[in-house]
Nanobody, 125 residues
Framework: QAQLVESGGDLVQPGGSLRLSCEVS????????VAWVRQAPGKEREGISC????????HYISSVKGRFTISRDIAKQTVYLQMDSLKLEDTGTYYC??????????????????WGKGTQVTVSS
């Protein structure tokens, strides 16, 4: 069965950086797209970045574009999210989600097939 395990969440100051990891098993990254989904306190989950299975192309919502970078290592079955220039509003639980039918962002990630349990990122001074 498919499994996704996130790691790398931490407490960081504004302007700092973190790298999140999503290790997957039960499927391959060249067959499933993987998204990073953020749930800020009191808000709905929102897909913020996605990497396509076919060509590894990356997609972002506007609020993180230029600050966050998604990447993957197919051999390690791991997807990464490098987060730079972190802001207070980046605080939240970060999940990775996978789906064979394509990349999704925003609220469209809600119906993705497989999910991890999340990792907490807190940006605070």
């Amino acid at each position: 069965q498919a499994q996704l395990v996130e790691s790398g969440g931490d407490l960081v100051q504004p302007g700092g950086s973190l790298r999140l990891s999503c290790e997957v098993s039960g499927f391959t990254l060249d067959s499933y797209a993987v998204a990073w989904v953020r749930q800020a306190p009191g808000k709905e989950r929102e897909g913020i970045s996605c990497i396509r299975s076919s060509d590894g192309s990356a997609h972002y919502i506007s609020s993180v574009k230029g600050r966050f970078t998604i990447s993957r290592d197919i051999a390690k079955q791991t997807v990464y999210l490098q987060m730079d220039s972190l802001k207070l509003e980046d605080t939240g639980t970060y999940y990775c989600a996978a789906d064979p039918s394509g990349c999704f962002l925003g609220s469209e990630t809600t119906d993705m097939a497989y999910w991890g349990k999340g990792t907490q990122v807190t940006v605070s001074s």
